[in-house]
């Protein structure tokens, strides 16, 4: 009767259950036309020959762009460029955003202007930060090299920058600089959501603070942690911008990534092809993480008491 | 019902909104509207009624750009016609072009860098100005026709573009550091690649804090080693059955000469990672000795270093033939797109851009040569001025310009391959020999391509000035 009323040919309980897709639509719109579009290209386009600059001779290759890519003599090297970029970089910030977290939920004078400063690293732009850390390791005029010598620690200035693997350090210090605050905003809001009620059950029954930690604290931030660490891991993995900044992937490809790699592909020889096989290969490396994450982390059983 | 429909209508508005604001198109309009920064002034048009020109510079600085705007606003005067500057930066420039170029959105008239010739000409990007220059040749210097022109005729078959100036490179030197050692350099004798290694070695210190020379590592590494080289096959890159000519023991062991510059020390370690910028800050902050690079250096190096710490020589003869090889070029020139729906009034701003007293006031702005018989005989440009060293090459019998890498597109390899080679090879991950060999063999790879496609093409030689 109702559906007569208005107009319309639906049953009330039809509109109903179409109503949450309408509420979403324009969200669900917007992301295939902005990723989707975007993502199903860079999928066709890694099986064609497709250069940027060559677009009257766009074809289909097969699997000629997965072939190059994986027999590209830089592949070993970016790969494991890419893996020890991403542990090292979460594990620290991990780490030290755990502590400052943990510092910072404890009560002591000057807190707040303490908790603006510390997490300021994470307000600056990436290519700020890259600028920082690319003069701050000049081998010439570097100020890093600068406190090593007065220290005693070196005689000559070390060429951050043009040695392998050092290069790759220093970006790696960069992205852990910039990556703490995210870990430690995230982490103390978890933490001050834990009820004080079940410390002074603990305090009561004798529990000393290692005790407390990881078996009353860290079960309750748990979920938090688990977030963040799949969000940093692929937000890391994807990061190309603080590489291209500091060291553009030099010397050699030393400090190149399986992203930076990509971009490189992309925009140094337009091989929009080729660098459409890496995003592939991005994407799948990134989900088979994301489901194996969950899965040995229990999230969805993460926080239940 | 009616309302619904409205709805659909005015979401379909709203979505084709965004659509076309994201994407639209800002090359050459009939408008009329104003243009951003650079937009012409406010006075009544001459006779271009309400036609806007875009122009993309790419390598913005506030000279240039303060430049470009004056010019704009009296082209505006003379004809009419409007003008809308845009920019980006040089280092985002090759990338930028490429895509507008792919998505056919290229501005009417763009300063294109003659590196990028090959993949625009091929792309349809620029067009031929062969009928705009018409007999008007007489005006231009001898470099600019026997050197430019007769080089983009023979690569690409056309002239593409006007130079904004010219560009020649020479070495600046640490005159005070050559007076404190005892070294005595005259930079109007010819000296030579041995005398040039032998003053990088002289003048490195490393306990002063000084290195002999600001070393390319980075991108563009090739670049003056290519030149080095082509002394050893007489300015060529490739014989005239197509043939790459540098993969010989001479041109290897001239690879090696010249990458000891770096392996003995003549360079600071950062040096493999450097590219123009730090080259140049290098030099002027005091850490280098010697610096190659073009005449545009000169005119930094005149604001930011005293008269009596620099001076410029020559570019070195080879060892083999006693021919200076150097390039002339002209770095930002000025191009009309395949996009351009306005060409002739396009040709008309480039007329004015390079008048003879407009294109002198830019190059004694940008530290270039004049490429008009008019404008270069003016007195900035005489024996004992700034220039005096880059002229009296470009007067030299002896000079010749070598090649280019190819008539191909070789932007990627330029951008990736040629200085990744040779950081191996510096870093000890291969050998001299293997990474010439791989450069050589992507550069044979490329022209046996570029054949196949185009078996008319001819083979660039070396350009002499007669």
Aim: aromatic residues 12%; negative net charge; proline residues 4%.
């Amino acid at each position: 009767m109702s559906s007569k009323k208005s107009g319309s040919k639906l049953s009330l309980q039809t509109r109903r259950k179409l109503q949450p897709y309408f509420y979403i639509a324009p969200v669900m719109i917007l992301l295939l036309l902005m990723f989707g579009y975007p993502l199903i290209k860079s999928i066709i386009m890694s099986f064609q020959d497709y250069k940027l600059s060559r677009l009257d001779k766009v074809s289909w290759n097969n699997f000629k762009n997965y072939a190059a890519m994986f027999s590209d003599k830089n592949f070993g090297l970016l790969l494991k460029n890419s893996l020890l970029y991403v542990i090292s970089a979460v594990l620290a910030q991990f780490l030290l955003g755990l502590g400052l977290a943990l510092t910072l939920n404890g009560k002591f004078k000057g807190r707040g202007i303490y908790q603006s400063i510390v997490f300021l690293p994470w307000a600056f732009s990436a290519f700020v930060v890259g600028l920082l850390f690319r003069w701050s390791f000049n081998g010439e005029y570097g100020v890093v090299n600068d406190v090593l010598k007065k220290l005693g620690l070196i005689d000559t200035g070390i060429s951050w920058l043009g040695t392998p693997g050092l290069s790759l350090l220093v970006v790696i210090f960069a992205m852990i600089w910039i990556g703490i605050p995210f870990f430690g905003i995230n982490i103390l809001a978890a933490l001050q959501s834990v009820p004080s009620d079940i410390y002074e059950a603990a305090d009561m029954d004798g529990c000393g603070t290692i005790r407390k930690f990881f078996t009353l604290t860290l079960p309750y931030i748990k979920p938090t942690i688990i977030m963040t660490i799949l969000l940093r891991t692929i937000w890391i993995f994807n990061s190309f911008d603080l590489v291209v900044i500091i060291t553009e992937g030099g010397p050699a490809n030393y400090s190149q990534t399986l992203p930076s790699y990509m971009y490189t592909q992309a925009f140094a020889s337009y091989d929009f092809g080729l660098a459409g096989a890496f995003g592939v290969l991005l994407m799948v490396i990134l989900t088979l993480y994301a489901l194996i994450f969950l899965r040995i982390t229990k999230y969805d059983k993460a926080g239940d008491f | 019902m009616k309302r619904k429909v409205l709805s659909l209508l005015l979401v379909a508005a709203m979505t084709a909104t965004m659509l076309t604001g994201c994407g639209g198109k800002d090359s050459a309009s009939d408008s009329g509207s104003a243009g951003d920064s650079g937009n012409a002034g406010t006075e009544a048009p001459a006779e271009g009624g309400d036609l806007t020109l875009t122009f993309l510079d790419v390598a913005p600085s506030d000279t240039r750009t303060t430049y470009y705007e004056s010019m704009f606003q009296k082209f505006y005067e003379e004809t009419g016609i409007q003008v809308e500057y845009q920019s980006v930066p040089w280092d985002d420039a090759a990338d930028k072009l490429t895509v507008l170029g792919a998505a056919n959105n290229l501005p009417d008239v763009m300063t294109t860098w003659n590196g990028w010739l090959g993949q625009f000409t091929q792309s349809g990007w620029v067009i031929p100005l062969d009928d705009y220059i018409g007999d008007t040749t007489s005006d231009y210097t001898d470099a600019v026709v026997n050197i430019l022109f007769k080089s983009e005729q023979t690569r690409y078959g056309h002239i593409y573009t006007i130079p904004d100036g010219l560009m020649v490179k020479g070495i600046y030197v640490r005159k005070d550091w050559c007076e404190e050692a005892g070294i005595k350099l005259d930079p109007t004798k010819p000296w030579t690649y041995d005398d040039y290694f032998e003053l990088i070695e002289k003048l490195t210190d490393p306990e002063k804090g000084r290195y002999g020379a600001s070393y390319r590592g980075a991108r563009g590494a090739l670049d003056p080693l290519w030149v080095y080289l082509q002394g050893y096959t007489g300015g060529a890159t490739f014989n005239q059955e197509g043939q790459i000519l540098m993969n010989n023991e001479e041109c290897l062991e001239a690879f090696v000469k010249w990458t000891d510059i770096y392996k003995n020390g003549g360079a600071p370690q950062d040096a493999i990672n450097w590219g123009f910028t730090e080259m140049v800050d290098n030099f002027a902050g005091g850490l280098t000795g010697t610096l190659i690079n073009d005449s545009e250096v000169a005119a930094t190096l005149i604001n930011s270093m005293e008269d009596s710490q620099w001076m410029v020589m020559p570019m070195p003869t080879s060892e083999k033939d006693g021919i200076i090889y150097n390039t002339i070029n002209a770095p930002y020139a000025y191009s009309i797109s395949g996009n351009s729906q306005n060409p002739d009034a396009s040709w008309k701003l480039i007329e004015f851009l390079t008048s003879a007293e407009n294109q002198a006031e830019y190059c004694q702005l940008t530290g270039e040569i004049p490429i008009k018989n008019e404008a270069s005989g003016l007195d900035y440009y005489g024996e004992d001025g700034y220039y005096g060293v880059f002229l009296q090459q470009m007067n030299d019998p002896t000079l010749a310009v070598p090649t280019s890498f190819g008539t191909f597109d070789f932007t990627d390899l330029h951008q990736g391959l040629f200085h990744e080679e040779i950081q191996s090879y510096l870093l000890g991950d291969e050998s001299a020999a293997d990474a010439l060999g791989n450069i050589c063999t992507a550069l044979q790879e490329r022209m046996d391509e570029y054949m196949a496609e185009n078996p008319d093409a001819g083979i660039e030689t070396a350009l002499t000035m007669n």
